[in-house]
C-alpha cells in the first residue's frame, strides 16, 4: 500500500509561485509514474503534470507549459510541483497520483493511477 500526503499550498497573489510537495511512503517513488491533477470549483478535474517512470519523460497541459515544472527526487521518496506566473484561474484543488503505468499516451488520465493524496487548495488572487 502506498500513502501520499502533500503539502505546499496556499493562497498566493497572481504572478506569484508556489511549490507542492507529494511524499509517498509504503512503497518506493522509482517504482511508479508519477502525475498532478487538479480540480476547480464546478469544474471536473484536470489534468496538470506527469513524469513517466519508464523513461523519465515528463508531459505538461498545454496551457501550462512554461509556467509549472514537475520533478521527484528518489532519495525522498517525494515529487515536486514547481508553479510560477500564478493567475487566478490556477485557484483549485491539486491532487498528486502515483501510478504503475509507463505508457505516457495515457498517463494523462486520472483513472490510470492507483494511488492519490489528499489535496491540497491553491487559492490565486487577483
Known amino acids: 500500500q502506498v500513502q501520499l500526503v502533500q503539502s505546499g499550498g496556499g493562497l498566493v497573489q497572481a504572478g506569484g509561485s508556489l511549490r507542492l510537495s507529494c511524499a509517498a511512503s509504503?512503497?518506493?517513488?522509482?517504482?511508479?509514474?508519477t502525475g498532478w491533477f487538479r480540480q476547480a470549483p464546478g469544474k471536473e478535474r484536470e489534468f496538470v503534470a506527469f513524469?513517466?517512470?519508464?523513461?523519465?519523460?515528463?508531459s505538461y497541459a498545454d496551457s501550462l507549459k512554461g509556467r509549472f515544472t514537475i520533478s521527484r527526487d528518489n532519495t525522498k521518496n517525494t515529487v515536486y510541483l514547481q508553479m510560477k506566473s500564478l493567475k487566478p484561474e490556477d485557484t483549485a484543488v491539486y491532487y498528486c497520483?502515483?501510478?504503475?503505468?509507463?505508457?505516457?499516451?495515457?498517463?494523462?488520465?486520472?483513472?490510470?493511477?492507483?494511488?492519490w493524496g489528499q489535496g491540497t487548495q491553491v487559492t490565486v488572487s487577483s
Open positions: 497520483a502515483f501510478s504503475s503505468v509507463g505508457d505516457s499516451t495515457v498517463l494523462h488520465q486520472g483513472h490510470i493511477y492507483d494511488y
Open positions: 509504503g512503497r518506493t517513488l522509482g517504482s511508479y509514474s
Open positions: 513524469i513517466n517512470i519508464i523513461d523519465g519523460s515528463t
